[in-house]
């Protein structure tokens, strides 16, 4: 990685004294399930910011489709399997503590949507259905209008944050960095510098800080990830000296509808779930001989299989058969993507549904303690942008809006119960963030986001090799010479330098990682090797990663 990745402090140069300044108690970067949950809690013990940099209702979670895996009952035995199911899937580095609270705190973040008014879809007894997803041996997964669970949970949230009057929502507010009085580990991250189309640049000063940004596909060129998801708190977090950890590890959805030219959208997981198969352009089910889950195998194996299939075929697709589906039912049970297909003259009863892979999930991120807390203090993270270890290296469906609303909940109420109400950095510190001038030409930034999204997905996608890497990470290297030099005042310039800083950490700790394991595929090391079953922790100006080892957890469950 080129030293002007670990050089940048800042994005652009600012005195801080000369612009506005706002404060509060703590400060949460993100409108996402994570940020919501963890403001509400936050607000019982100060003044709270959320910033959204488009519209609250744009996000990841607002795009949700499948649902929350919860169990909902007392029975230790289903919380145990619930426990034994994500550990399984998460290929030897999940944190078994991490998975015990998350999936034991779910019963009460549930009942309180509900007390919320959350409409959760029931069966005709009146009890809540539930879903089966991929990686799951028991349905229990709740789901909202059949396929818009992430829709009715953040209109639940929103309203719940309205009805809370020490919480303010910006919405179109972009920040760019987190702000530290000095580089030193212990130097507080005292808020962040935001920019507002209307306010033009803000400090928005807080005791405490909450990135819950989200993930980063949007460095990819096939992705489920709405537009605007590029990794933007995992590179401000790492530019401020917080450590990315496991950054290899994304995960690939195996069924986004592909029309070639159109926007991907995907296609849940619980389509399968309700039985529809994977077929190939003759029909055939190639993922019987495949796993003994078939089409219900995690989804790393789905992806590749699929992969492979396209490799042996030279097709582009291959096809999602639900026409064996009583009459109705797939409207019925999927109304937003009957919608989405019938744009395209697909209807399910009937036709075949084509679906190829696309980047779907950050399962690292920043790293984070059980309680939200970063190594930087005042620093904390939750949700997507955080690597909780929850998910370890490879995520269960469903399995993270579950994470947004546990981890999201402890993570607001940890920061703020650290500190007396009220009692927030009321003066503004004395920061001054130089930038000279690059002498360098410049590079179209429109270009280097494609290019770069381009490159990333052929070489750090589903499968990698050791060779294509050190290729991708040297052109990382020459866009990020022309383009990280640079000083911008928008958006879109800050977004792909974000973008940049977020692809080099996933090819560095991807290059760093040689073996297989969950999502991260190698060619040129198959197999999972014991040196790497281990968390690695990245952080500025060091050349090689720390490392966290990860106990053995046996469990029952087929894998
Ligand atoms: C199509 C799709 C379907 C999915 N289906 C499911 C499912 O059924 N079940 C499940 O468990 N998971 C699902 N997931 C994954 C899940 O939705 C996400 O992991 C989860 O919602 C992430 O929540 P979050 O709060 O961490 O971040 P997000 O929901 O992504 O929210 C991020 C927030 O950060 C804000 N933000 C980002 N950068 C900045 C910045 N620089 N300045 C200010 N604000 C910023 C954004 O505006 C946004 O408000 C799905 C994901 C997608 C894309």
Not at 476 to 499: A, C, H, S, V
Request: charged residues 25%.
């Amino acid at each position: 990685m080129h030293a002007l990745f670990d050089e940048r402090r800042y994005l652009i140069p600012f005195r801080a004294s000369l612009l506005p300044q706002i404060f509060c108690d703590t400060l949460i970067v993100g409108s996402g399930v994570a940020g919501l949950r963890a403001a509400i809690a936050a607000a019982e013990h100060g003044e709270v910011i959320v910033l959204a940099k488009g519209d609250i209702r744009k996000s990841s979670t607002a795009w949700a489709q499948g649902g929350i895996a919860a169990v909902l009952g007392t029975s230790e035995q289903a919380v145990r399997m619930h426990v034994e199911d994500t550990i399984d899937t998460g290929g030897g580095l999940c944190d078994a503590s991490i998975v015990q609270s998350t999936v034991a705190g779910a019963r009460p973040r549930i009942e309180e949507l509900r007390r919320w008014g959350m409409r959760f879809d029931v069966n005709e007894e009146g009890e809540i259905s539930l879903g089966r997803e991929g990686g799951h041996r028991e349905s229990r997964i709740l789901h909202s209008d059949g396929d818009a669970t992430g829709r009715e949970l953040v209109r639940c949230l929103g309203q719940q944050v309205q009805r809370t009057a020490a919480i303010r929502v910006f919405e179109n507010c972009f920040a760019l960095d987190l702000l530290t009085v000095s580089d030193g580990d212990n130097s507080p991250v005292v808020g962040a510098i935001t920019h507002h189309p209307k306010y033009g640049l803000q400090m928005i000063w807080a005791w405490a800080t909450i990135i819950a940004t989200g993930g980063a596909g949007g460095v990819y060129r096939e992705t489920t990830n709405p537009a605007g998801t590029t990794g933007d708190g995992i590179a401000m977090a790492y530019r401020a000296g917080a450590a990315a950890a496991d950054m290899a590890f994304i995960q690939f959805h195996p069924t986004t509808l592909y029309v070639a030219g159109a926007e991907r959208s995907l296609i849940t997981e619980a389509v399968r779930g309700e039985g529809a198969h994977l077929v190939d352009r003759r029909g055939e089910r190639f993922m019987l001989g495949a796993h003994p889950m078939a089409e219900l195998a995690p989804r790393d194996v789905v992806s590749r299989a699929i992969i492979d299939q396209l490799a042996d075929t030279g097709d582009s697709h291959v096809f999602l058969d639900a026409r064996h589906f009583k009459p109705g039912f797939f409207a019925e049970r999927f109304p937003g993507i009957a919608a989405q297909l019938a744009r395209f003259d697909i209807d399910p009863e009937h036709d075949l549904i084509p679906v190829q892979p696309s980047a779907h999930y950050t399962i690292g991120g920043i790293h984070v303690d059980a309680e939200g807390r970063t190594n930087r203090p005042g620093l904390y993270a939750c949700g997507e942008a955080a690597c909780s270890r929850l998910h370890g290296a490879n995520r269960l469906a469903s399995n993270s809006l579950l994470e947004g609303l546990v981890r999201g909940e402890i993570t607001g109420r940890t920061c703020a119960e650290q500190r007396e109400p009220g009692n927030g950095p009321r003066t503004p510190k004395r920061i001054i963030s130089d930038i000279a001038l690059s002498e360098h030409g410049g590079l179209d930034l429109t270009d280097v986001r494609s290019s770069l999204r381009s490159v990333v997905w052929r070489h750090l996608g589903i499968t990698r090799s050791g060779q294509t890497m050190s290729d991708v990470r040297d052109m990382i290297d020459f866009w990020g010479r022309y383009t990280l030099d640079k000083i911008f005042d928008d958006p879109m310039g800050w977004e792909t330098q974000n973008m940049l800083l977020v692809a080099a950490l996933i090819c560095k700790s991807a290059l760093w990682r040689q073996e297989s394991r969950g999502v991260h595929n190698r060619r040129d090391f198959p197999d999972a090797r014991e040196a790497f079953r281990c968390h690695d922790l990245w952080r500025k100006g060091q050349s090689e990663p720390a490392t966290i080892d990860v106990p053995t957890v046996a469990t029952g469950a087929p894998t």
